[in-house]
């Protein structure tokens, strides 16, 4: 096989964790029992863990005999099924490095942007980052947090991303990341305001306040709080600027 061959070959194995679990063996999808995705899920999200912890995430309520001896089937299961998915050395397991993972990839893409460094592809960023929910329907306590941990990372990124498209003059791409926060978390004040300086920077400014309007009426409705000043200071020279343009004109006599 020749090196340009080998350069654009994929992984084997790829892991999704949002929108739904599958993993796949190059493209084809295979079937795995639940308490096998638990444990590639665990590993995925938390790295490399020593057995003891796995199993007792895993199966709280069992004792330990019986939790050791589930994380054994499972590893059996996988390790004969789905050969090459797993590593394990002194008690020590985790994914192999060669699984690709959507979760791998989000957190590498907001950890760039939230450090300041442009994504190589705005697109492929936009894509991941607006990623929909982190294994829906788990319920587990470690899931539970994962997902609210990278809920959060999700929601800076954006944001940041949002700012560094504007900054650059990418208002569409500005524009998607700004939403994208705002569907994400939509009584998150500063994904407002960064859809609102999207707006403003573009001319749109009947939409900025729309949007300001819109926010601020849920926000007192849902929470019975109030907006910041930062958000009434970036749509105040608009206000401003209208009580202007409603003045009677003046008294030619006086």
Sequence with gaps: MDSDAIATTGPRWSLRLFDGWQLRDGDVAVVVAYRERRLLSLLALQGERPRAHLAGLLWPESEEPRAHGNLRAAVWRIQHLHDGVLEESQGMMALAPGVHVDVHELRE?????TAGQGPPDTSRALLVLRRGTL????????????????????????????????????????????????QLEPLRESAHRALIRVHLKDGNHVEA??????????????????????????????????ARDDLPPPDPAA
């Design 209 to 242: 306040v729309r949007v300001y309007r819109a926010f601020k009426e849920r926000l007192n409705e849902e929470l019975g709080i109030s907006v910041s000043n930062q958000i009434v200071d970036l749509i105040r020279p608009l206000q401003a600027a209208h």
């Design 109 to 113: 893409i907001a950890h760039q942007v």
């Design 135 to 182: 294994l829906p329907g788990w319920y587990d306590d470690w899931a539970l947090e994962e997902r609210e941990q990278l809920h959060q990372l999700r929601l800076r990124a954006l944001e940041a991303l949002a700012d560094r498209l504007l900054d650059h003059g990418d208002l569409d791409g500005a524009l998607q990341a700004a939403m994208g926060a705002v």
